[in-house]
């Protein structure tokens, strides 16, 4: 089975039990609430739009054919689980309206560049946007819909009428020129050809989780936020994304700039409900860290930094970061047997002492700030020979010595889960206890959250089979 992803708001999830079928499951109570059969085209009945603007509906008229219509659900039930499969597909839902966004990514570079609009009970398509360039991720809400595109562009929407308001070029929003923020016409130009260069080497890359990333806030005011490229310090000329803009979508303009979030890539970005707060991780998987994005205060760029949590001690593939709705916990699903609820409260007694807590025999933030060097150890080598405890001693402090910070926090909950299982998590609105877990095992999970630190226990589950 395929898991594909829960809804903004964790009442719905979406699974494909097989190539030829689509289902939108409520996760309380569980149960289906929509099946697409792609072979039987005798049940699925296609309706045309009549023009209503609602956008709970967004039923804007459309000018497909039922054949146009039927392959587009057939697309939608061939979405990969992995959101990562260059052959799959690109699928937003809008909380749990019948309002589902669609790219096809599985034939060829001409159908990446389409985007449609379907109203899923109605099967219908509502309205089809083509863009200059393939489609690499979509994020909406009620009020905006944001699209990414192959060439690090990023296309804002209106989407009670899907009305184009802005086109952003990730490249332009990034501080990779002179120190100082300027640039001059020489290093413009190099950075446009280092641009070329990069977006050829990843081309059709939604396999690699070296890629520009987007969320946007589930609320009306729409915060985007989306990592920008910067030029590295240790390899002069070449460019990582590890910045991150904070962007007012419903006004259409930048709010602050957040650079040097990691020392590497960014693999996985994440933004709480009102756009106040986003979560983290390099491409090395062992550190999720909480900024404040700065939008309902003065920005100190100081003091960007809120919380910085350690996943594990091994490198590891964070697919997904989400925030629970009032934002006192962050989930963090990776390809490891473990997934890790952080905790951002610190006025409860116990959370404090965890969150607080030193871990001295830890590794450091990503394995980042931790090189030794070469010269030094050598010099080290040269003394064990006839002293080894001596060079014991002097390896530790080395060590220790290059440690940023000793009291990165550990997680406040987890699930212990099965590592060759792929998963994804949800915190349900109305229950602020509980956490939901999908696998492509084919179960659907219930974990209650403890009130202190340990196992999150298993409540209820149920079959998608």
């Not at 209503?52 to 497909?64: A, F, I, V």
């Not at 990843?202 to 987007?214: A, G, Q, V």
């Not at 979560?279 to 062992?286: C, F, R, Y």
């Not at 960007?304 to 594990?312: I, K, P, S, T, V």
Request: aromatic share 8%; proline share 4%; with cysteine.
């Amino acid at each position: 089975m395929k898991i594909l992803q829960f809804n903004q708001d964790a009442t719905c999830c979406v699974v494909s039990p097989s190539d030829d079928i689509i289902n939108i499951y409520n996760c309380d109570p569980f149960g289906k609430c929509f099946e697409f059969n792609a072979r039987n085209d005798s049940k699925n009945g296609i309706e045309q739009g009549n023009g209503d603007n609602d956008p709970n509906n967004m039923r804007l008229g459309s000018t497909e054919n039922d054949d146009e219509v039927q392959n587009t659900l057939e697309q939608i039930a061939k979405y990969n689980s992995d959101n990562n499969d260059d052959s799959g597909f690109v699928v937003e839902m809008l909380f749990s309206t019948s309002l589902v966004a669609i790219c096809d990514r599985s034939q060829g570079p001409i159908k990446s560049k389409r985007l449609k609009i379907v109203n899923t009970k109605r099967k219908s398509i509502i309205c089809e946007l083509v863009f200059p360039h393939e489609i690499v991720d979509v994020a909406m809400n009620r009020k905006r819909m944001c699209i990414l595109l192959e060439n690090e562009q990023i296309f804002i929407y209106d989407i009670s009428c899907m009305k184009p308001l802005e086109t952003i070029d990730l490249w332009d929003n990034s501080r990779n020129n002179l120190p100082d923020g300027t640039s001059t016409p020489n290093e413009h130009n190099k950075a446009h050809l280092q641009k070329n260069e990069y977006s050829r080497k990843r081309r059709n890359s939604l396999t690699s989780r070296i890629r520009p990333r987007i969320a946007l806030s589930n609320d009306d005011r729409s915060i985007l936020c989306y990592t920008a490229f910067s030029m590295s310090n240790s390899n002069p000329g070449s460019y990582l994304i590890r910045d991150n803009v904070v962007y007012d979508a419903l006004n259409v303009k930048p709010i602050n700039y957040i650079n040097n979030v990691h020392n590497g890539n960014i693999a996985c970005l994440a933004i709480n409900q009102d756009g106040k707060m986003i979560a983290t991780a390099s491409e090395k998987g062992t550190i999720v860290r909480i900024f404040s994005t700065g939008i309902d205060m003065e920005f100190n760029s100081s003091k960007q930094l809120q919380h910085e949590f350690r996943r594990g001690t091994r490198p590891a593939n964070i697919y997904q970061l989400v925030f629970s709705k009032d934002s006192n916990l962050v989930g963090c699903v990776a390809d490891t047997d473990t997934i890790h609820i952080f905790s951002l409260v610190q006025n409860n007694t116990e959370t404090e002492q965890i969150l607080t807590k030193n871990h001295t025999n830890a590794i450091t933030p990503d394995q980042e700030n931790t090189e030794v060097s070469t010269s030094s150890l050598q010099s080290g080598l040269k003394n064990s020979t006839e002293r080894p405890k001596q060079f014991a001693n002097f390896l530790s402090k080395k060590i220790r010595a290059s440690i940023s910070s000793q009291g990165i926090s550990r997680d406040f909950a987890h699930i212990k889960m099965n590592e060759k299982t792929k998963y994804r998590m949800g915190f349900p609105d109305e229950y602020p206890n509980e956490v939901y877990i999908v696998g492509n095992d084919g179960m659907f999970s219930i974990y209650s959250i403890p009130t202190t630190t340990g196992e999150c226990i298993l409540s209820k589950s149920s079959s998608f089979v």
